[in-house]
């Protein structure tokens, strides 16, 4: 900066930084550079949006010691916020034609609205980020939003297994799952030097059904020497018994039901085990 | 807010609303609700947050007049950060290996890269958020991070068409394209539901190379009754003469050539037609 700015002027550049830079570690002397200030006046600016995005739930702003230290900001999302959020997505898995053949949920339109995503995203992106995730994986083809925005919350890579052979993969580790009430056996693979070994994964999807496309993906992140830390997927279908898997989240669990009166078929919907 | 707010705690608020809701229309009175302040109060802190957002090219505060009027944030990205961005990345094609059997390029851990995504779409969107976009759009699988980013950053729905018939689809339009060397006929194809007639589309892809693909997108998009306005990806390729396609951008045009030295093919880069 050119001119010298005041506290006013600066805590309005911290507060955007801080809220686009989720879950980075940043240096007290990015801001000291880039106001050319004394580290002593900004740790004091620091202290008063820190105040400010605790005060209405923004999130916070958490200090690390040492050399290597710095601030990283964390997200909230409020409990009102979070009730909001899933009674307007309940609402809407009421409206349209949400039932496909094959018993599969049409839920694309929520997951390609740009607010509703990051919305779910953030809420995802809050409970995870206490346990230092390295990358977030899916498989194509439509969780992959889903997955990216809650890698950009947690500021990591996100990784998208293919469930086909694709000639710009270079070499690539697969396995064979089960998949659909045909119990087809299918294979999904995944570029060699996508995923580190050692690396902790949160692994997310649109939608649980059969449940043998998760445990194919926890297999196959384990071929690379990685851990599945936490499982999170939008909906889960209770209407059929699923292959057990441990320690899943699911933000919404829906069921089809027969509406007597109506003669159709319609979906209920309940709060996932995401909120127990 | 129970206690009421002095300006430089509201300018904290106001400051990380707008970046994190960028071309979305939001009322004086969002913020005036929320602070439970007179509206002309809340209007001095927003002339004061534009003021410091242009300074430090952050972005731009319109405002609408009207009765159905508000203000949008429109992000800026400036010189000097495009300048930084487009070398790296031209930095991290010469690393690793690139260059894939059939003479692909890798470049998913770029766009894996939670940082350099966030800044790729910013920069495309800052370009495209004049263009009055509805829907950003892209083909199944490599582009779908990208698409996602840059839809996040204009407000818009993502909408991704599939190359292949999925049971969860419901009806879908289809149209047949030429891909790859080979000169294959192949299906693409998108739910019917998933764009409105009429809509202006930005089209997002990774990789340009034969331009096949990207007409057959082209030709969807018209089957729906949509308006291509832009074409968008982050690298084509040079090495070998595409399909005619209009007014597309790139961010970097690349090159495969033969080091003799050294006896192996290498990747050379230059800004693409974005930049012209």
Chains 1, 2 share one sequence.
Do not use: W
């Amino acid at each position: 900066m050119s001119n010298k700015m005041k506290r006013n002027q600066r805590i309005v550049y911290i507060s955007q930084y801080f809220v686009t830079h989720p879950n980075e570690l940043i240096g007290l002397s990015y801001f000291s550079d880039y106001f050319n200030s004394a580290k002593s006046s900004i740790s004091e600016d620091i202290d008063f949006v820190r105040g400010i995005f605790e005060e209405t739930e923004i999130g916070v702003i958490e200090t690390i010691a040492g050399v290597q230290g710095g601030m990283i900001f964390k997200p909230a999302y409020s409990d009102v916020k979070t009730n909001e959020l899933m009674d307007e997505i309940r609402q809407k898995l009421t409206e349209g034609k949400r039932i496909l053949p094959g018993n599969y949920v049409y839920l694309a339109d929520l997951l390609q609205d740009p607010r509703l995503l990051d919305n779910i995203a953030k809420l995802i992106a809050v409970k995870y980020q206490k346990e230092e995730i390295d990358a977030v994986v899916t498989i194509e083809t439509k969780g992959i939003g889903l997955c990216v925005a809650v890698a950009k919350y947690l500021n990591v890579p996100h990784v998208v297994v293919r469930r086909s052979s694709s000639e710009m993969d270079g070499s690539t580790i697969s396995v064979n799952y089960v998949s659909g009430s045909h119990q087809r056996v299918s294979k999904m693979e995944l570029s060699k030097v996508s995923l580190k070994a050692g690396s902790k994964v949160l692994i997310i999807d649109d939608f649980l059904r059969n449940g043998g496309t998760m445990i194919g993906l926890m297999n196959l992140i384990e071929e690379f020497d990685c851990k599945t830390v936490g499982i999170c997927v939008f909906v889960e279908s209770t209407y059929r018994d699923h292959e057990p898997i441990p320690n899943y989240d699911s933000l919404l669990k829906v069921e089809i039901v027969y509406n007597k009166e109506e003669s159709r078929f319609e979906l209920q919907s309940e709060l996932g085990t995401f909120f127990e």
